[in-house]
């Protein structure tokens, strides 16, 4: 059992970003292992000496990439990592070819790699909410002998003959430094009518001008560099470069969208479905809500892509008759049952990820999921989460910007930010420390908002007989030792509202009774508390925008000491402010035996992301309110 894990979002279209040109070159070269995340072990290791890739596109959008890959170990851990290459492919609408493959020994010998060692993973299965894809294939090269100081070239050829939507070319691809590359050379070749348009960023940009052909020559190199913790908007802000015949989003969402309302056909089992759903409702917002919360309740996620699955949904029939689909599906079906009830609703594409700004030309990576706008009560919603109720979203699909396909035509808008009144956290902690070290704790917990889902998914992980197990956990992951009671009402989805209550029992709170220092607000390893949403201040400057969500926390604490001990000193109270919504204030009074005090934090920003400028101008006051959470009062015996 996991305590309180983290909620992976359910992404219907999330294969279009994770398997994107089908793991493209310079993504983290090949599919790079999840352990190379670890920058601090994996860029010593090893390294791309070179990425080359020449893609021709045709004039019906089809396309050829030839690319060369060559990597070198610079340890053994490193020989492992590139001692094997995948590559990923759509067998509906692409075939691919290892052209050559070989180990390139330090020495100079050159190891062909065996047929028997090319191997092809016909289809992608998995479970629960993780996509399952057919009609993917995985091909797995496996060099020979290859030790520190050997390189491993791969050299094949991608050919899509059928576009994922029609006429529309597309490239992307991003240099993600957590190993060096040496060399990347990217070299794109389109027919003039095709109208391909190439943004780049980070790359040298050479345009020729090859008769009937337009050519693009991009050149790049990057040393490998710690990645920033909690990135934001990383499609833009990492060296880049995009091609695509469409020149934005609204063009994609429009061309998304005749896919959809192609299938958006109201029969007589849906109007009937229809009408039994919203009966006794005459207010079209309570229609919609009946429809929306009917729909995440019945059609289960399950997502399993056939041909162009990707961006085209499943018979409204074959949904209702299965009870599931993926979030195209499930909007699908929204769509059509409220068309039956006379309500308005159209596609909107989205991206989960934390990406608030839009790349500057649409590719498969612009967006990764699909939900509904309802223009006639203007307000979006999302079928797929049943964790916030109807007119909310969740925090993956807040403020966003998502490509709209209006009836009248498609348009780029931004779904709301929410304010940090919004997301309320009120913790009351009272405390009590006996002469040989004990304590006993009670804290009582209000949350609304966005504040008031996060600790719905952690308590909704809890199995009513192992709370007592939980609290153990609790504590064990907070560096304390005791037991303890939970206590919280039954959660409802349909209310952001969420109050918790917490019993303890710490036979060993204070390490050193006689003297020392303990934790004006001792706080647990939890998302109630202040510190939980001050993100990471420690690095003196970023390079890529990170998240920081509106909150307003208020702490209120009392801690009773036994006559035994004597206090010292109290914390100092405090308030400190931020132009960009930053304001926090803690007060603190001490009364013979007993602390009492208060702390509000807010973080009230209109938006969801922070730049690099932003950070490095936060990061000053957001030091000083992290060593202002951990003041202490100083006691001896």
Known sequence: MELFPGRQPRLALAWLRRWSAWCALLWLALCLPAAAQDLGVQSAHWKVNRVETATRFGADASSVVDYTLEREALSEQGAQTVGKASRTYHRALQRHEVVEAYTLKADGRKLPVAADAIQVQSGIASSGTTPSMPEMAIVLVTFPDVQRGDRTVLRGRLTTHTPMLPGWAQSFDLIVPVVAFDQVAIRLEAPKVLGLKVFSDGFTVQQEDGGDSAVWQLRASSPARAPDPSPANSLTGLPRFYASAWSDHAQLAQAYAEQINAKAVVTDEVRQLAQEITRGKTAPRD??????????????????????????????????????????DQALLMQTLLKAVGIEAVPVLINTQAEYVLPELPTLVSFNHCILYLPGLDLFADPTDGRVPFGTLPLADSDKPVAVALAGGATV????????????????????????????????????????????????????????????????????????????????????????????????????????????????????????????????????????????????????????????????????????????????RLDGQVLTGWRELTLAQPRHWCSAADYSARRPVMTSIRRNLRATILYQQ
């Not at 919360?293 to 074959?318: E, K, M, S, T």
């Not at 709370?467 to 030792?481: D, Y």
């Open 287 to 328: 229609k919609a809500a009946a429809i929306h919360d009917w729909v995440r309740r019945n059609i289960r996620y399950v997502a399993v892509y056939l041909g162009v699955g990707g961006f085209v949904p499943h018979d409204v029939a074959w949904i209702l008759g299965n009870r599931y689909g993926d979030c195209k």
């Open 413 to 588: 808008m931004r779904t709301p930010a929410f304010a940090a009144d919004a997301s309320r956290v009120a913790v009351r902690s009272v405390w009590r420390i006996a002469k040989d070290g004990r304590a006993s704790a009670t804290i009582r917990v209000e949350s609304n908002g966005h504040a008031a889902t996060v600790l719905q998914d952690r308590l909704v992980q809890i199995p009513a007989d192992m709370r007592g197990e939980a609290v153990q956990r609790l504590l064990s992951s907070s560096n304390l030792r005791g037991t303890g009671a939970i206590r919280y009402p039954a959660i409802e989805r349909n209310v952001q509202r969420q109050s918790l209550e917490l019993d303890l029992e710490l036979p060993a709170f204070l390490g050193e009774p006689e003297a020392g220092s303990v934790a004006a607000n001792p706080g647990l390893n939890f998302p109630i508390f202040a510190a939980a949403y001050l993100s990471n201040y420690a690095a003196e400057r970023r390079q890529l925008a990170m998240v920081c969500l509106p909150v307003r926390v208020r702490e209120d604490f009392e801690l009773h000491f036994d006559p035994a001990f004597k206090l010292l000193r109290a914390p100092e109270s405090v308030k400190l402010t931020q132009l960009d919504g930053v304001v926090y204030e803690a007060q603190y």
